[in-house]
């Protein structure tokens, strides 16, 4: 499968999403949108990734690509191409199909567990994860949600086609992610209930192997579920 991954800003890289995709030999390219607002086009690929941002998806008139990307996320849905949205990227998925996006009651910043609450895909019944994010969004029209954090309802939905996988969080987050954000978006971390500072985010370790685990699980669950459908079809 040919992925393309729009990536938003220089820092927040797919991280441990390349070590699933080289391992089940996907084909993937890179489209850096904070250096060049060029979005590829749905024949340029066979499934979508849509990386995370400190922007918000109302910030279209700072970043005219936010529309064209939805569209092109419509598009991909249309077609029958699965699609990955992570924080930011979750929020354009919802968004494109016309769920409200804003801000949460407070930043959920850290390693803190998210919950399943449905099964559809394979989650554990609870999973430590990164958390990096201000905004949230209500679902989708019958979209399903499937996990939740204490601090953040939607953590974890699919769409009612199937072909959509929102994740709030960031299963794709490695010590290297995690002190890429530390640094360049040190101001973010202001104190909060939901907000762990950067000395505790980069000593974080134990985290990482169960979360890359369920992250790999989880997509190869979607993506064989994703050609189920279209076959069926």
């Known amino acids: 499968m040919h992925l393309a991954i729009l990536q938003h800003v220089a820092h927040e890289g797919p991280a441990a999403l390349l070590d699933w995709t080289d391992g089940r030999g996907h084909d993937t390219r890179i489209w850096p949108l904070y250096a060049e607002p060029v979005l590829p086009a749905l024949e340029d690929f066979d499934g979508l990734i849509v990386l995370g941002g400190g922007m918000s998806v ?29 924080c ?25 567990p998210i919950r399943r609450v449905a099964a559809a895909l394979p989650l554990p019944p609870e999973l430590l994860v990164c958390h990096w994010h201000g905004d949230t969004f209500e679902l989708p029209e019958d979209a399903a949600l499937l996990a939740s954090s204490q601090a953040c309802r939607n953590q974890v939905f699919v ?27 040190a101001d973010y971390l202001i104190p909060g209930r939901w907000m762990q500072q950067a000395n505790r985010l980069r000593a974080e370790r134990a985290a990482y192997p169960a979360m890359h685990g369920a992250l790999h699980d989880l997509l190869d669950a979607f993506i064989a579920g994703t050609r189920s459908d279209i076959h069926q079809r």
């Not at 709030?168 to 995690?178: D, R, S």
């Open 88 to 112: 930011l990227g979750a929020q354009q998925l919802a968004h494109a199909l016309g769920a409200e996006v804003f801000p949460g009651r407070e930043r959920e910043v850290g390693f803190w």
């Open 159 to 185: 769409t009612a086609d199937g072909l959509g996988l929102g994740l709030q969080c960031h299963l794709e987050a490695t010590p290297q992610w995690v002190d890429a954000c530390c640094t360049h978006d």
């Open 58 to 86: 109302h910030d279209g008139a700072a970043h005219p690509w936010l529309e064209p990307e939805r569209q092109l996320i419509r598009g991909a849905l249309a077609s029958g191409r699965p699609m990955l949205g992570i």
